[in-house]
């Protein structure tokens, strides 16, 4: 399928070419290719009705289209159209409490249609940094974010009440061992007993590629999918991602990332390692329950997810 864009109407902008990354990306079924189809006409109707000029070729995210413009005032921004799924149903919320303090300016919204018009950062992230202090930048952001929840958000005790149940359903056959899993699941049903778990806005996915080089601040976080939750579980995909660093010495560097975080946020270091084994076992029941749902077999990718999942656990309770 193409998205090519097209002159458009007399009077109305152009519709947006889709990037071909984007069209290129297995997504959801039968929802996501009429997600796809729609965008280049939904683009538009936004550029016609918020007085917005392209200004660059699109780009684009795991699940969202991002296209360049400048406001009717000449300020630089972006439009994401995102893909409607339940984590980032909150998404303008989350940014309209943080009002650009550490994270991307949310400049108007409109939820029904999944759509944001941000602040428009640079394309420069944190993989450009070392990892230890692109932990420490992430960590001093985090910390500005970290306000109490609005009652809109759902809580992370449930979403782990479930996770739960289905980790403590795999068989003792599942190609994870199953002394972890047994770990996880006591984890999981401790936290989600426990009223710390909840009450605190967090990002839940700020790693590397969502913090963003910008003019008004150094940095600034991009793209969360907010829950009422706890501090300590955002730590974990700053050790799972950028992964070829980690692999050569597994220990020593995911030691070093998870003392960076929990010294800058003031977290306890046993509380947030365990939120990083139960994180971790959720990647891994994930990665099975994905193959399951395709009926395929564990593919190389999912077997090296597999092997990171028993490395990162290990590694943080040495």
Known sequence: MTADATRGEPGRSP????PDGLLALPGFGEPWQTWLDALPRSAADLLDEWALTP????????????????????????????WPHEEARHEALALQRWHGQGAVLLLRADPHRWALLLERAHPRDLTTLDDVTACEVTAGLLSRLHRPAPPQLGTLSRSVARWTERLAALPRSAPVPHRMVEQAVSLGEAFAADPETDGTLIHTDAHYENVLAADREPWLVIDPKPLSGDPHYEVAPLLWNRWDEVAAAPRPVLQRRLDAVVDVLGLDRDRTRDWVVLREVCNALWTLEDAERLRRPLSPADRDELTRVVTIVKAVQD
């Open 15 to 18: 519709r947006i070419r889709v």
């Open 55 to 82: 200004d660059g070729d699109p780009t684009h995210g795991r699940c969202s289209l991002v296209v360049p413009v400048r406001t009717a005032d000449g300020d630089a921004a972006v439009i994401k159209l995102g």
